[in-house]
């Protein structure tokens, strides 16, 4: 049995190399796409080989972008890795796992051995690891829950035939061997501003029959009481939430049925609403509809969504004069159900874009009271930071801190669309560029392009550059050139040093004019305007349901002599209908009769013993009263009684 142990490097390119010398390792930062979160954990606690020593001085501490980091910095390089002689390949500094290989059998195991202690590695890597305390951290320790299904998938590697390190959990055995699958960042790295959610508002109870018997009270009539109505569904804008994260373990909300009525009158209890909680800024559709149902923006505005179904009636409730002793009671009505595509928009006035690394978050830091994370390494920034700036007591702007810009983000490499949305609400961006690059002018056209080739629109929207980190003596010696070149181009340009927070004030106070000018600009125009009545969806939902019985289509499938009756309001009634009682066929019949049902059937042509299907309800047609079998559709002997009016 022959067994290897393999260690593997993420970074091929030397771009890549110096900064994952620079920086602390962080699992949450590892750009390949190969190393899941739950799989990272596990590498990064053992070490087989001792870490590296640091590179002799990589200049400034910063690492800098000259332009848009390229995709492939973020992919496993496996011709590299395949091509070396070595039995060894380094996974990272710190992670590094232990592949064996058994050459006989064919099998594979995959060895992730796991010493617990972290400090260990970190000691020896010679890093301080900060980020397990952070909030990244969290998402790879504290909750691991939170990785998909398919990130908890086991990570297998082998060997192919051409000696190239394939993952075997990529590949499913027919597709073996091709290339791996080029995927995106890891899933920590994703924003959890989309979710598909079910909603089902509570049935409605059913009522009962029953009937009074006491002493001295003779013939007490009926006393079934009716069912008690179904829990609604609610979504309401909690402030606290800045991301649709919860949804990613929780997808099903139903609200409580109502309970069943019972004797002496008594009606059932109503059941339980359900309120779902949303991040202000969210966008409600329709699962696979484009139309926008719902746009909550405010905390504390809350939309009634689905209504729960009415409680069944009683017996007590079909009491009449003709009818004193109703043998009948209602089911309760189903409660609506519904998926729908969640998506958060950040409702931000102002936008900080840039490539990765230019100081963003150090900008929303100093010109606000947020306060994201900031390090020196690239996509610090994860989820968008939201911040208020006041300038006096009547004016102020939300400015959002996105994540960094990737080479191909518009095709949605990287977070790519999943930041990139947030902008869409924005009425102006800040530009920040970092001026201590070697190529500030490129990377600015890079992000530039990235925006419009995302959305044109969005590259529409009015901005300024703010060229930062003046205080480093090479962003200090490009400035002159960098501004002309862009003055040149009619681009308003400010140049800053977040960190000594000099020039900040300018570049903010630059960004609110830009945004009253666009404001006024805007004043008059009337674009789409989202319903303003939140419970429009529930409305909808309570006209449908009120809709006539009259109001109904006869189809006929001649091949099976079948008669289908299509009708909102007659489909309603015979879910309610409880076919328990005889009272009940008879009211159907009676309800059929009365809304022409029947007298329509006959106009088209249908014939003794043909299939007639309303709702769920199969029935055969007998042409007179004498043949009636288990259903007729003609008036038998219930002329007589007056039923309630249908409602
Ligand atoms: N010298 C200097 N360093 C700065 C300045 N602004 C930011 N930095 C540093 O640049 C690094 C990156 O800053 P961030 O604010 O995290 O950058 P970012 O654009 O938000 O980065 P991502 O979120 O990863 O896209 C940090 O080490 C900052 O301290 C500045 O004006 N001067
Ligand atoms: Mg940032």
């Given at each position: ?8 490097s993420f970074f091929s390119r030397p771009q890549a190399q110096a900064r994952s010398k620079t920086q602390k390792p962080s699992p949450q930062k590892n750009p390949n796409p190969k190393f ?570 249908v014939k003794e013993g043909d299939t007639v299907i309303v709702g769920e309800m199969e029935m055969v047609w007998h042409d007179s009263a004498e043949n009636s079998g288990t259903a007729n ?15």
């Amino acid at each position: 049995m022959a067994s290897i142990s393999i260690s593997a490097s993420f970074f091929s390119r030397p771009q890549a190399q110096a900064r994952s010398k620079t920086q602390k390792p962080s699992p949450q930062k590892n750009p390949n796409p190969k190393f899941k979160s739950k799989k990272v954990t596990k590498f990064k606690s053992f070490s087989l080989s001792p870490p590296p020593s640091p590179p002799p001085s990589l200049g400034a501490q910063a690492t800098t972008y000259t332009r848009l980091p390229p995709k492939e910095d973020f992919d496993f390089d496996f011709e590299a890795s395949s091509s070396s002689e070595s039995d060894e390949i380094k996974l990272s500094d710190s992670d590094i796992a232990k592949i064996t290989f058994n050459d006989a059998s064919s099998e594979i195991e995959a060895e992730m051995l796991n010493t617990d202690d972290d400090d260990e590695v970190n000691e020896s890597s010679g890093f301080e690891d900060e980020s397990h305390n952070g909030k990244i951290a969290d998402f790879y320790n504290g909750d691991e829950s939170l990785d998909s299904e398919e990130d908890n998938e086991e990570e297998v590697y082998y060997y192919d035939s051409d000696g190239k390190l394939v993952n075997l959990s990529e590949n499913d055995g027919d597709d073996m061997g091709l290339e791996v699958k080029e995927k995106g960042v890891p899933a920590v790295m994703r924003c959890f501003d989309r979710a598909k959610i079910y909603l089902k508002a509570g049935d409605g109870g059913n009522g009962v029959v029953a009937f009074r018997r006491e002493k001295y009270v003779p013939l007490g009539g009926p006393s079934g009481g009716d069912g008690g109505r179904g829990g609604n569904v609610y979504l309401e804008v909690d402030g606290a939430m800045n991301s649709l994260l919860p949804f990613r373990n929780c997808v099903h909300f139903r609200a409580g049925r109502g309970a069943h009525g019972q004797g002496r009158m008594m009606c059932g209890r109503k059941g339980e609403d359900v309120v779902v909680k949303v991040a202000p800024g969210t966008v409600v559709r329709e699962a696979g509809s484009e139309e926008v149902l719902l746009e909550l923006l405010h905390p504390g505005q809350r939309a009634l969504l689905l209504p729960g179904g009415r409680g069944g009636r009683g017996n007590a409730s079909f009491k009449s004069g003709n009818n004193k002793v109703p043998k009948i009671a209602e089911n309760g009505e189903e409660g609506p159900e519904m998926w729908l595509e969640l998506e958060l928009k950040l409702v931000a006035d102002v936008g900080i874009v840039g490539a990765p690394n230019a100081g963003k978050s150090t900008l929303l830091s100093v010109i606000s009271a947020a306060q994201p994370a900031i390090a020196n390494y690239p996509f610090t920034t994860l989820l968008p930071n939201l911040g208020v700036i006041s300038f006096d007591y009547d004016s102020s702007m939300v400015v959002a801190d996105l994540p960094g810009l990737l080479e191909g983000a518009h095709t949605g490499f990287g977070l790519g669309h999943e930041f990139l949305r947030h902008t869409e609400r924005c009425s102006a961006l800040v530009h920040v560029v970092d001026g201590s690059g070697q190529q500030p002018e490129l990377e600015f056209d890079a992000v530039r392009l990235e925006l419009e080739m995302f959305s044109p629109e969005l590259a529409q929207k009015p901005y300024i550059v703010a060229y930062n980190k003046m205080d480093l003596p090479e962003a200090y010696e490009n400035w002159q050139s960098f501004r002309e070149k862009l003055q040149g181009r009619g681009i308003e340009i400010f140049c800053m040093s977040a960190v000594k927070q000099e020039g900040t004030h300018e570049v903010i106070s630059a960004a609110y004019r830009l945004l009253q000018k666009n404001k006024e600009s805007n004043e008059g125009f009337e674009g789409f305007q989202y319903p303003v009545d939140l419970n429009h969806v529930a409305d909808m939902v309570n006209k449908q349901r009120s809709s006539s019985i009259s109001e109904f289509e006869i189809t006929h499938d001649s091949s099976c002599n079948t008669w289908h009756v299509f009708g909102a309001g007659l489909q309603r009634f015979v879910q309610m209908t409880n076919w328990r009682y005889l009272d009940s066929e008879k009211r159907f019949q009676h309800v059929l009769e009365a809304c022409g049902v029947n007298r329509s059937l006959m106009k088209l042509g249908v014939k003794e013993g043909d299939t007639v299907i309303v709702g769920e309800m199969e029935m055969v047609w007998h042409d007179s009263a004498e043949n009636s079998g288990t259903a007729n559709m003609k008036k038998r002997s219930t002329e007589s009684i007056k039923w309630p009016q249908w409602k």
